[in-house]
Structures are given as C-alpha cells and as structure tokens.
C-alpha cells in the first residue's frame, strides 16, 4: 500500500501562484509515476500533469502548458506542482496520484487538496 498526502492548496488572486506537493508514504520501495488530476463538484475528475519514474518525462494538458510545472524528489518519495499564472477555471480540488509500474492506471490516490482562484 502506498499513502499520498498532499499540501499547499489555498485561495490565491487570479495570476498568482501556488505549489502543491505530495508525499508518499508506505510501500515506497517500489517504482511508480505521479501525476497530479483536478476535479470541480459536478465535472468529471481530469488530468494535470504527469512525471515518469524512469528519466522524469513530464506531461501536461494542453490547458496548463507554460504555467504548471511538475518535478519530483524520488529520495523524499515526493511530486510537486508549481502553479504559475493562474485562473479563476484553475480552482478545483487537486488530486496526487501514482501508477505502480506495470499498472496500466494511477492506482493510489491522496486525499485532495483545494485550490480556489479568484478573479
């Protein structure tokens, strides 16, 4: 089993910024990606961004290119996300999660952190 806490979420102006990250705890012995996934009440959960355990490729959704940045500490078992320029359609909850290596979806999940833009 692996445990995710995240942190960092909070209320902040429209072109502010943010970071979250994200601790895994458990069974960390083991290789996996991490990404990160936004949900707002009524919509279905989406994908953010995402960083492999081998050579650290990241990927992002077109809607957060040039403003987010993900990175990770594989010695603290953590992923950050760095929220440059947001906006008031940034606010969700901001979700971790990490994909076990041969798992063919993100099968850990944290608790969720919220996010709120104003504008």
């Not at 995240?6 to 601790?23: D, F, I, P, T, Y």
């Not at 050579?55 to 010695?75: E, L, P």
């Not at 076990?100 to 608790?111: F, M, P, R, S, V």
């Amino acid at each position: 089993q692996v445990q995710l806490v995240e942190s960092g979420g909070g209320l902040v102006q429209a072109g502010g910024s943010l970071r979250l990250s994200c601790e895994a705890s458990g069974h960390t012995g083991i290789n996996y990606d991490m990404g990160w996934f936004r949900q707002v009440p009524g919509k279905e959960r989406e994908f953010v961004a995402a960083i492999t355990w081998i050579g650290s490729n990241a990927y992002y959704a077109d809607s957060v290119k040039g403003r987010f940045t993900i990175s990770r500490d594989n010695a603290k078992n953590s992923a950050y996300l760095q929220m440059n320029g947001l906006k008031p359609e940034d606010t969700a909850v901001y979700y971790c999660a990490v994909r076990t290596i041969g798992a063919t979806e993100y099968n850990y999940w944290g608790q969720g952190s919220l996010v709120a833009v104003s504008s």
